[in-house]
């Protein structure tokens, strides 16, 4: 079945520095999205890419639909200690409706 | 706006016992999707309707699970008998397109 690999799997960083995560597929996907989960809830959308070569902003993060449409990455600049939680990418093939999920990066932020 | 409401947020039962977990998607969303979380296996689509109709449960683990939506605002998720490895976190979400998912607060589940 179609899976994501989502690298790294956990980073550790100091507050203001930039973070770079990336998921790739052997499928196609026609949508790749971010989430964000942080402790004791559940994932919340940051941003939904819909077209390969795409590249959207949501305030200090930014993402890019690779042009093949098997990989997509997101990058988080100048960390702030609320950035902590775990990222999951997620990607929709539009022929149904199942969302299939990357295994998430846990990011934490040393102030 | 009220987001995905889920009930309970926590329960612990002992290996056996039915356990019967509930969610009321957002207004207006078509589909509602079950998901369990877990260390292992991270978030694994269990089933998902979409109009009130499964579409596909190809994730649902075994016949000891069963999920239904009688109407729009509501769906439940079944787990009878439950077992120690069935413990997990299980998320309700909903959406007015497939891919943009709602989340609700999950039910932690925690079979003894």
């Known amino acids: 079945g179609q899976q994501l690999n989502q690298s790294p799997q956990s980073m550790f960083i100091q507050e203001g520095e930039d973070v770079s995560m990336n998921c790739t597929s052997s499928?196609?996907?026609?949508?790749w999205l971010w989430y964000k989960q942080d402790p004791g809830e559940g994932p919340v959308l940051l941003i939904a890419?819909?077209?390969?070569?795409e590249l959207t902003s949501n305030g200090r993060l930014t993402a890019q639909f690779g042009i093949t449409r098997k990989d997509s990455f997101l990058n988080i600049s100048a960390s702030i200690p609320s950035d902590v939680g775990i990222y999951f990418c997620a990607g929709h093939s539009g022929n149904t409706g199942k969302l299939i999920f990357g295994q998430g990066t846990t990011l934490q932020v040393k102030p | 706006d009220a987001g995905v409401i889920q009930s309970p947020r926590h329960e612990v039962t002992e290996m056996g016992q039915e356990v019967t977990l509930r969610c009321k998607p957002i207004s207006g969303h078509d589909y509602l999707f079950w998901y369990r979380q877990t260390m292992m296996r991270g978030l694994e689509l269990l089933i998902y309707f979409n109009n009130n109709v499964p579409i596909d449960d190809s994730g649902m683990p075994e016949d000891r699970f069963s999920a239904k939506m009688p109407n729009a605002s509501f769906s439940t998720l079944k787990i009878q008998p439950s077992e120690p490895r069935d413990s997990a976190v299980y998320f309700c979400?909903?959406?007015?397109?497939?891919?943009?998912?709602?989340f609700g607060e999950g039910s932690r589940l925690t079979v003894l």
């Open positions: 890419l819909y077209k390969a070569g």
């Open positions: 979400a909903s959406s007015l397109t497939p891919g943009e998912l709602f």
């Open positions: 499928s196609i996907f026609n949508t």
